[in-house]
């Protein structure tokens, strides 16, 4: 009797064996299936990420370069406003300026030139006379 159970067992385990393996098989095979699929997913959030990112930093260059400009911007009319509150001249009004001192420094040197000169002919008059 013991034989007959021993055998009974071992024929009943090899269907198990065999059903167990196919399942095992089966289970390794949907692990796989997942693994793939999660592996998709975390390869595409990956590059969602990477858009993102590159997207960012276009956007971030952009603000980038737009606030030297409000800045240049902001300091002119702080500049500006410091300026007419100082009423300091403009450089336009300071070459303006520069050029009659130039032109005011040439007439005093003819005439500086004129006087020497009409002085010089007195004194060889009032020497000859």
Do not use: C
């Not at 055998?7 to 059903?19: I, K, L, M, R, W």
């Not at 949907?30 to 969602?48: C, F, G, H, P």
């Not at 400009?69 to 406003?81: D, E, F, I, N, Y």
């Amino acid at each position: 009797m013991e034989n007959q159970t021993a055998t009974a067992d071992t024929a009943s385990a090899a269907p198990h064996a065999q059903g167990g393996e196919a399942a095992a098989a089966g289970f390794g095979d949907r692990i796989r299936e997942r693994a793939r699929v999660v592996k998709s997913q975390l390869d595409a959030a990956e590059n969602r990420a990477r858009q993102r990112w590159a997207e960012s930093k276009t956007k971030a260059g952009q603000r980038f370069q737009e606030v030297p400009v409000k800045l240049r911007s902001a300091l002119h009319q702080a500049v500006g406003k410091v300026r007419d509150g100082l009423d300091l001249p403009s450089r336009r009004e300071l070459n303006e300026l520069a050029q009659r001192i130039d032109e005011l420094d040439r007439k005093l040197g003819d005439y500086d030139l004129q006087t020497s000169a009409r002085k010089k002919r007195k004194s060889e008059n009032g020497d000859a006379t």
